[in-house]
């Protein structure tokens, strides 16, 4: 008994001594080059229902969203290394969200984890349908109606997937992209361009910045966390 309590003793103050030695991977992204013009979206103007959502001027797309420095918003940042491989701790983790305003998906790029709950949300007036098209071995398809104040709709990836298409059939403009990860130790830049990956186990790894339209197959620096963290910059090209 007394061993066992000893062990336990030891034990707590490992996982004691490992938070308070894990440290914050902080940094930014920029845009080198400049971005095409965003596209209208004119059918989703032209709709008979979606389009009274929108009285002002058509809808663009937002590939790009870019700050007045060069920021660049929407850039999905992931830790790699061995250590954390199938460190998800999705099924316990807070849902992602998904919502539907105005016919446009918000946001249009998002992370989770492998195994996280995602609420998808209808704040329209109408009807949609949410349609996952996954390429990952282990992720299935998925295509459920959501009527107009319908309840939210629950979906969770198993496997691992580099944005992964949501859609929807009835407004063929409308798109999301979910990037799912098997750890929690990732970020989507903010429209300032900064990240930050909370409490990273101390060590080596490689951070991984992609961006679907700039740097498609991501850009790789290696880093050293410590209890100090780590700052991790990226300049991501136009293609
Ligand atoms: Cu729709």
Sequence with gaps: MKLNRTLA????????LQMATAGNITGKVTLSGTPPPEKDITPLKDDAQCGKLHPGPVPKTQFFVVGPNHELADVVVVLQGDSLKGK???????????????????????????????????????????????TAPGNK??????????????????????????????????????????????????????????????????????HRKAALKGIAKDVEVTADGAKVDFVAEVK
């Design 88 to 134: 998800s701790t999705g099924a316990t983790a807070a849902p992602a969200e998904l919502d539907q305003i105005g016919c446009i998906y918000t946001p249009q790029i998002l992370a989770v984890q492998t195994g996280q709950k995602i609420h998808v949300k209808n704040s329209d007036p109408v009807m949609h349908n949410v349609h996952t098209t996954p």
């Design 9 to 16: 003793a030891v034990g707590s103050l490992a996982i004691a």
């Design 141 to 210: 398809e998925e295509n459920r109606a959501q009527l107009a104040g319908g309840p939210d709709l629950t979906f969770v990836i198993p496997q691992p997937e580099d944005f992964l298409r949501f859609k929807c059939d009835v407004h063929p403009w409308m798109f999301a992209w979910v990037t799912v990860v098997d750890h929690p130790y990732f970020a989507v830049t903010g429209k300032d361009g900064t990240f930050t990956i909370k409490d990273v186990p101390p060590g080596k790894y490689k951070l991984v910045a992609y």
